[in-house]
């Protein structure tokens, strides 16, 4: 069996490669590096990489033809809605043209594939005021980034119904853990505070912290990833989460216990665009068999650990 995993070298997808290896599947990885490394996959020897652009449509449908992948996995993204707001068109490009060129282009060709799974985000939910969020909650993406997210949903799923394509999709919530990039402001919250925190520098607070999020540790999300591909499951959406809610000011506190160490803090403005409460119900992805190995407390504390 081979896995076609795009964006494989990112923070959440190489962690997907280096599973996807240990379970004995051939791995093949695009990804143009802006964003991932390398260095993040473990097991590099035994992957096939293509340094490349997934907007790069001829080179994308070549890919297909030659390594025919049975599961293909669309990590790619620009991850970040603040970035989706300053370059829309830019974004779109990749968070939406992307995926509907290569579903196009699988559907065109016939290419027999066993699972196409596109990821989405929490980000669908915006700001109503049900939670916990579920599958089938009401929507309101209210940035590009979740606008694209959302739309490419319906493209998956709508393809999956109309031409027979064994398509599914999973929204990410706050991921967190080991190879998550802090460089970027738009980077995860949680690989921000893990540098601040390592190298006294000062934290920047978006709003007041009362804003809460649902963080999820990567070894959890790649748990939800491969029994949702080992179910076969097609033509559904899933929640991947912890199913726990906390503020970011929490979220602090325990972090600095964990660290044995307080961090410094200066106060901005709220972000634009920014979800105030976000949890998810995670009933779904415990039917198929998910159990949070990590609660926010140990997971802080592996990540700590290796920092
Ligand atoms: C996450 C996803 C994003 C999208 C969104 C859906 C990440 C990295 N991003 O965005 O792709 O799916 O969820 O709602 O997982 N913050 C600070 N200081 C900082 C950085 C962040 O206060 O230096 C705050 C930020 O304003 C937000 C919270 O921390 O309230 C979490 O920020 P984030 O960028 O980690 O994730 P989020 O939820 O904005």
Known sequence: M???VTGGAGFIGSHLVDHLVSEGL???VVD?????DLHN???QDEVTIYVEDVRNEKFMQQL????RPDYIYFLAAVASVADSIERPAETHSVNQTAVFNMLEYIRKTNLPIKQFLFTSSAAVYGNLPELPKKEDSRVDPLSPYAIDKYATERFVLAYGELYDLPTVCVRFFNVYGPGQNPSSPYSGVLSILTDCLNNKKP???YGDGSQTRDFVYVEDVIQALW???KSDTEHEVFNIANGNEASLNAIIETYEKVAETSLQIKKAPGREGEVKRSVANI???????YTTKWSLEAGLSKYWEGA
Request: hydrophobic share 50%; glycine share 10%; net charge positive.
């Open 32 to 36: 143009n590096l802006s964003m991932g």
């Open 283 to 289: 009933g779904k992805l415990i039917k198929l068999g």
């Open 203 to 205: 934290f920047t607070l």
């Open 26 to 28: 051939d791995v093949v």
């Open 2 to 4: 081979k896995a076609l």
């Open 64 to 67: 297909l033809q030659e390594e």
């Open 41 to 43: 996959i473990k097991y």
């Open 227 to 229: 029994l949702i591909t």
